[in-house]
């Protein structure tokens, strides 16, 4: 059975930092993992990827030159650090796994975690 559970979230103020985990049990770590946030009556939007050896990351339009993904295989455990967040980065942040690495859209993703709420106060 697959499970992807995240922690890492809080309230913080704006223009504060905060890293997100996810570990991932019953895939391997050569899954590629991803990074989704959903605020309160948006569409889930994605924010990061990473490739299965962590040599390819992307990240989304809007979080771009402020936050990072990054993994530890041996950890099967993915990271997402937010620096310089803003309020409107306030949102449900999930973390999905697929087996293979590239553009492809959240429903795409067979495995998601519960979420993990990060609130940004301005």
């Known amino acids: 059975q697959v499970h992807l559970v995240e922690s890492g979230g809080g309230m913080v103020q704006a223009g504060a930092s905060l890293r997100l985990s996810c570990v991932a049990s019953g895939i391997p770590s050569t899954y590629a993992m991803a990074w989704f946030r959903q605020a309160p009556g948006k569409e889930r939007e994605f924010v990061a990827l990473?490739?299965?050896?962590?040599?390819?990351?992307r990240t989304g339009d809007s979080v771009k030159g402020r936050f990072s993904i990054s993994r530890e295989k041996d950890k099967n455990t993915a990271y997402l650090q937010m620096n310089a967040l803003k309020f409107e980065d306030t949102a449900v942040y999930y973390c999905?796994?697929?087996?293979?690495?590239?553009?492809?859209?959240?429903?795409?993703?067979?495995?998601w975690g519960q979420g993990t709420q990060v609130t940004v106060s301005s």
């Open positions: 990473i490739s299965p050896g962590g040599g390819s990351t």
């Open positions: 999905a796994a697929r087996r293979t690495f590239g553009d492809y859209g959240l429903n795409e993703y067979p495995y």
